[in-house]
Structure formats: C-alpha cells, structure tokens
C-alpha cells in the first residue's frame, strides 16, 4: 500500500531517522517503492530544500544514508547556537555529578547518589542535554540499570585532551570521602575547569 503523499512520509522518516539516517533499502521498504523511484523522491525532497532560501534543511548523504541535514549557509548561526549552549553555567549538583561520573565511569545513577548523598535525577538530565555525559550500556544484574560516561563534549567543555588529564583525586577514594574532603576536591575540579 502506498503512501498518498510519498515526499511528506519520507521528510517525516528521514526526521525521525535523526543522524542515523537511512538507507535506500529502508526507504524502499517502509514506502513500498523501487530504489529509482526512492533516488527520484529523494531528489525531488532535496531539490525542493535546495531552490528555497527560506528552508534551513537539505539531504545529504553520509556514510550511505540519506539525513536531513542543515545548510551550511546558516552555519554562523548554528555555531553561535553551540558556543552559547555550550559555555552556560552547570549548577554545583550537576558539577558534582558529572565528576563523580568521569572518575568512576561507567557508573549507575543509584551508585552516584550512593556516593553524592542525594537524587541525581535532575543533574543527569541536565548533564545529557549538554551532552556532557552519554548512557554507555546496562549493569549486568537486577533491573540492568543505565551506565553513564563522558562524551567528547565533556573533554572539550573542560579542555581537557583525554581523561587522564583529571586532577588528581585527594587522599580518600571517591566512594569515601567526607563532606569536607568532598567540598576540597569539587572546589579543586572547578578551578582547574576555569
């Protein structure tokens, strides 16, 4: 059965693919189409985006799939965009939280409110949003919780080259230290952020 508006399904499918993209194959399948008619639908969406000033998005293809894309003409914007994000403030929980997770990563939410003494809930989000932190698998075990990493975004945001560029950790272990030590080490990792 196919689509009655065939370009609207596959701006919506190539939307929703996000930088995963698609593949010719995937396009024929989910619109029930031959691969000429898919390059030629393709070609259409994209010419469509291309002639339009007014549209931010084109097609490209990246490593064999078709994505949405942004045009480089708006990339000033697109940058500063990235540069303003990236530069807002982390409130001290999310500080806190995202340090913990670069020492002791991958690490469970329940393990680094184990070690904080408070709900991450809201500075994990926070820390994901930024892309400062990604989910890097599952804990074997009951419930298999999330693991939360660093990304490069992390690395970056502090200037940092690789992890092992951290400071170094005070006396105590992480999963020990007392509120003062803590206090000590959070204010260490702040200044060497600056």
């Known amino acids: 059965m196919k689509a009655a508006n065939e370009k609207g399904v596959l701006e919506s499918l190539l939307f929703a693919a996000g930088d995963e993209g698609l593949s010719i194959k995937q396009i024929c399948h989910v619109l029930e189409i031959t691969e000429k008619e898919a390059h030629s639908l393709l070609d259409q969406l994209k010419k469509e985006y291309?002639?339009?000033e007014d549209r931010g998005i084109t097609i490209a293809v990246l490593a064999g799939t078709y994505q949405l894309v942004t045009k480089r003409s708006f990339s000033?914007?697109?940058h500063k965009l990235v540069e303003n994000t990236r530069h807002s403030s982390i409130s001290q929980a999310a500080l806190e939280t995202v340090a913990i997770i670069a020492y002791k990563q991958p690490i469970t939410r329940a393990e680094i409110?184990?070690?904080r003494g408070v709900k991450t809930e809201r500075p994990i989000?926070?820390?994901l949003a930024k892309g400062l932190i990604k989910e890097t698998g599952r804990k074997e075990g009951i419930g298999?919780?999330?693991l939360y990493g660093t990304t490069r975004e992390f690395l970056d945001y502090f200037g940092l080259k690789d992890l092992k560029e951290?400071?170094?950790?005070p006396d105590a272990k992480i999963d020990g230290l007392h509120e003062e030590e803590a206090d000590l080490f959070y204010g260490k990792f702040q200044e060497s952020i600056k």
């Open 113 to 115: 409110e184990e070690i």
């Open 125 to 127: 989000r926070s820390l």
């Open 76 to 78: 000033g914007y697109l």
């Open 166 to 169: 951290l400071p170094p950790l």
């Open 50 to 52: 291309d002639e339009n």
């Open 144 to 146: 298999r919780p999330i």
